[in-house]
């Protein structure tokens, strides 16, 4: 996945870690606004989290940040 995108999962889970604590679930789609304005990096994440980890629709912040720091 693109450094760009990894940064920004990073930082989205510590925005809903910070505000709502480290139970915290969200989706891939958190990690996007409420449009399809980059088809391509929403496929991208979509493939990552659905196909090459098979995770949940809903996973803890600090398991996709801790997933995605260490480049899995």
């Known amino acids: 996945m693109r450094a760009n995108l990894r940064q920004r999962m990073i930082e989205i889970c510590d925005e809903k870690i910070t505000k709502k604590g480290e139970d915290v679930g969200l989706s891939f789609y958190a990690f996007f606004a409420n449009k399809n304005d980059d088809p391509d990096a ?5 493939t990552w989290w659905i196909k090459t980890h098979a995770l949940d629709h809903f996973e803890k912040a600090v398991k996709i940040k801790a997933m995605v ?3 899995k």
């Open 42 to 46: 929403l496929m991208e994440v979509a």
């Open 69 to 71: 720091a260490v480049g």
